[in-house]
């Protein structure tokens, strides 16, 4: 079974700060990565995801996510904070062998952004 | 295109009760996945439908069950209400049930068990 570790629970920054939240999965095979992001009174958006090809993935609102298969891990990224991306962030994994689609998510990354 | 869509929003049962919760997929989507996701955690997977046939469960015991209709809508049904069933219930759908399929969330029911 796979398992997904988000280490940080709570990051606080300032407008125009980079972000990085880490993400690690636990999970011997193949993985497809998926970061989704949860705005406040919204519901689960997918950012951006990962299933094969270039390691360093692209999304929306100008977050990026590498990939780094001898780390386990697949953290988000953005060079420059804004307000607007107050919200908590999930990182989740599925095994690219199941016949199913079944998500694991990590606990979650609450992002406070002070204008 | 409307997104996916549950009902009802907020829902307020006692212990021991029983509860049924629902939801519609974008259309043309024909996998539907149920997430349980309790204040301050992740979503935690509790089933997935695909073309009406259970794809995969989670680790939730036999009160929880779901099942899927001809139109790709979905039921999920929660027996013997507990307490710590109190959480957001996540409905998710995709248009391919294997692993490549990008699912999309809805905005949840909120259940509240007192």
């Known amino acids: 079974a796979q398992s997904v570790s988000q280490h940080n629970h709570h990051v606080i920054l300032s407008e125009a700060a980079s972000l990085e939240l880490g993400c690690n999965y636990s999970y011997g095979g193949t993985v497809n990565l998926f970061w989704y992001v949860q705005y406040p009174g919204q519901h689960l958006q997918l950012l951006l995801k990962?299933?094969?090809?270039?390691?360093l993935v692209k999304g929306i609102k100008g977050f990026e996510a590498e990939f780094i298969k001898s780390k386990f891990s697949f953290n988000l990224r953005k060079p420059s904070v804004q307000w607007s991306d107050t919200a908590e962030y999930f990182c989740a994994v599925n095994a690219a062998d199941n016949a199913g689609n079944m998500l694991t998510f990590g606990g979650g990354t609450r992002l406070m952004v002070k204008p | 295109d409307a997104g996916v869509t549950q009902s009802p929003t907020h829902l307020i049962k006692t212990r021991g009760q029983h509860v049924t919760l629902r939801c519609s997929p974008i259309s043309g989507h024909k996998s539907v996945s149920w997430y349980q996701q309790v204040l301050g955690q992740g979503p935690q997977f509790i089933f997935q439908y695909y073309e009406k046939e259970e794809r995969g469960r989670g680790n939730f015991p036999d009160r929880f069950s779901a099942r899927q209709f001809p139109n790709y809508s979905s039921e999920l049904n929660v027996n013997a209400l507990l307490l710590g069933d109190s959480a957001l219930y996540l409905c998710?759908?995709?248009?391919?049930?294997?692993?490549?399929?990008?699912?999309?969330f809805g905005p949840g029911t909120r259940l509240t068990v007192l």
């Open positions: 990962y299933f094969s090809g270039d390691p």
């Open positions: 998710a759908s995709s248009h391919s049930g294997t692993s490549g399929g990008t699912q999309y």
